[in-house]
């Protein structure tokens, strides 16, 4: 008996699955595949994809340091903080260690959203009318070419708040790729090249910097090395000492000392008393996906959720609608020209101003809003003394997404604001200072470098931080799920780049590829102008002509860096490095590393280190 049980048992076991006996059929775990949704076909152009951390950077070396510490088993802050920090070195253009910016992180474990404000702040002795000359004029190389330019840096201060709360590996260890390439070299880039190139009368003026970035009489050229080794030194002090070296020990004398030198404002006490700050995340919702933005001091968040709001109210998905109609880029105009209104008027640093977030952010305003939208004609913007626009942009800020194996996103975007900042260093450290101050309102009705207007919510007052456009943004669905997390550089463009990117996934149904790369539109009030990028379809811009829309095209807006959730079926995630960058890269964590989730470490090492 037991002798037959086990062959009846045997023969069942060895007896092939029923799929197997239907010589046609499939097994199942092909006939599932059917229902996947493939990634990789049905595109013009594809995003990256992996299954673990990715990078997403303006800069090839950046984008592999960040890989680099995904792969050691550090977390996506550990890498953001590595980023940032080489950055500084191999993208000295936007990467700084002088300027400033805003950080989201997103911590997959907790399922919590922190918002790190490290933008710079005004100098104690800086005052409303500090750039207006005898004539009451604002003299614009006092504010935007001079060491008056700079605002006290905060991102040092924001890379040690951001390591402080998440970082897992050892803080020196997220220094050493930004030493190695100070003082081994970069191979310059032409992006890199060119850059120095537009930058060069300013940059020759400082005798630190003109030490750095010129081969004794000559420009650098694509495939020469350009070594930084004051930086290096700078870098190394960080690395040693931490954050207060910068804020309270030896670069802090060597800023302040220089400062003076040159008739800048910014003391040790200015530096001593920086903070970096955490602050609550604005939050809305566009069609079922939450949207998560910078706060004050930047305009970013209140004014994309305003005008995702307002285009809630009409049907944009639809196919008669869609990227690129006249009807779908009437109302993004007369939506972004609101916005860019209420930011001249309402907009400025929280810690001083009161500014109506919730009443812009609001259900009423929205539909108000779209209800004074004609979709005959274009409202024209009232005439506005000084609205005048730097027509082209050059690439200065940078933005860079990253993700990890766990879930956690940092979303960061950071400044010098322009190339270079105010093109000086500080003698003996190979820092760049910020131009940071031009972003204030020097005098009300008078544009600021980009062409933005605004009032004394936004003038000059001691330790005050200027107001921005930086736009770090994370998306989460209905489900409350990551979704997607971008970010863009642009001056006053920013904050529509990460629009238009939001609207081509969300209403578009592009895939990431796709809606950064698709052509991007723009309109701030002042001036009264739709701005395009080369791309759309001529019949749609003489449609908008007609509907008494001036339109221009102009140079390319934007740089987005974004990861996205692969498609709903697929595990892990996509990204795309806006190819309006040369260098911009996609690195991708090849090797999962299971020890380190993203988790408040033991802090005692630390406070050794930062004694
Ligand atoms: O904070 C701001 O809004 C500006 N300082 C950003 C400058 C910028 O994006 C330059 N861009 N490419």
Redesign the pocket.
Known sequence: MRALLGLIFSVLLLAPPSWAQNVGALPPFIQQQANVPILHEGARIQPVYSQHGMVVSADKYASQVGQNILMQGGNAVDAAVAVAFTMAVTMPRAGNLGGGGFMLVYDAKNKTTRAIDYREKAPLAASANMYLDENGEVDENLARFSYKSAGVPGTVKGMELAFRLYGSLDWQALLDPAIHYASNGVRVSQSLAESLQKKAAHLWKSPAARKVFFKQDHFYSAGDTLYQKDLAKTLVTLAKEGADAFYKGDIATRIALDMKKNGGLITMQDLAEYQAVLREPLVGYYRGYKVLSMPPPSSGGVHLIQMLKALEQFPIQQQRWGHGSSDTMHVMAEVMRQAYADRSKYLGDTDFVSVPIKALMSDLYAIRTAKGISMASATPSELVEGGKFLPD?S???THFTIVDKWGNVVTNTY?L?FSYGSGHMVAGTGILLNN?MD?FVSKVGVANAYGLIGNEKNAIEPEKRPL???TPTLVFDADDQFYMALGS???SR?ITSVLNVLMNVIDHNMNLAEAITAPRMHHQYMPDKVQVEKGFSLDTLKLLNHKGHTVEEVAPMGAVMAVKRAPKGQKGYVAFADTRRADAFVAVQTQPQDNNPLARKDMDWLSDLFE
């Open positions: 942009e690439p200065q800020t400044t604001n940071e972003d921005s456009s930086m550089p642009g001056g920013i």
